[in-house]
């Protein structure tokens, strides 16, 4: 049986196929058309290596941060899955999966830039939480402090540190969005 993994945070698509040890991953780069090409990487995917729905035990999906849209056409296809499959659904972070793909032995930092500030987050070598995911203006003090990280995601390990933890309801996937949205109200 197979978890299917789904990554569309950023400009880069990425899905995967793990049994075991053995996982099947396809990436494409995708600026604003992540959902003209998701559905067909996926169909690519289950073809490339025989395996078909029913083959499907999991889905772990990256609920974010990171691009607002893409994150929504990753869950809505991932939801799709799961609720017409009857699968379990597992989410994580975009930060996590950043940071236990990576195999220092060293705290580490995962950091997401936007516009205005930065989304981050800090594990220990052992993937353990040392600073929660949050957003703020300035990383300064956390860039002289801890190692920021830059590796490809490593589906296998993202995949094995999410089956640890418990599914969630289809019903209340939604994105990871770290700060709150603001809202101005011009209105006097």
């Known amino acids: 049986m197979y978890t299917l993994f789904i990554d569309t945070h950023s400009e880069v698509i990425t899905i995967g196929l793990c049994d075991g040890n053995n996982v099947i991953e396809k990436t494409k ?3 604003e058309s992540h959902s003209v090409y998701l559905v067909p990487m996926l169909k690519e995917l289950l073809e490339e ?3 078909s729905f029913s083959d499907i035990k999991n889905i772990v999906a990256v609920n974010g941060p990171g691009s607002f849209t893409g994150i929504r056409i990753g869950l809505s296809v991932a939801k799709a899955i799961s ?3 009857n699968k379990p659904i597992f989410l994580v972070s975009s930060l996590t999966a950043m ?3 990576n ?6 930092l995962a950091v997401i830039p936007d516009n205005k500030g930065y989304y981050v987050s800090v594990f220990d070598k052992d993937n353990n939480v040392i600073i929660e995911e949050h957003y703020r203006d300035n990383i ?3 860039m002289k402090k801890y190692k920021s990280v830059n590796t490809p995601l490593n589906i296998k390990a993202v995949i094995d540190y999410v089956l640890k933890g418990e599914s969630v309801s289809v019903f209340s996937v939604k994105a990871n969005y770290v700060k709150s949205i603001e809202v101005m109200n011009d209105r006097k």
């Open 29 to 31: 780069t995708s600026v």
């Open 99 to 101: 940071l236990v793909s």
């Open 83 to 85: 609720y017409s499959l």
């Open 103 to 108: 195999t220092d032995n060293e705290d580490k």
């Open 49 to 51: 290596s025989k395996v």
């Open 140 to 142: 300064d003090n956390l």
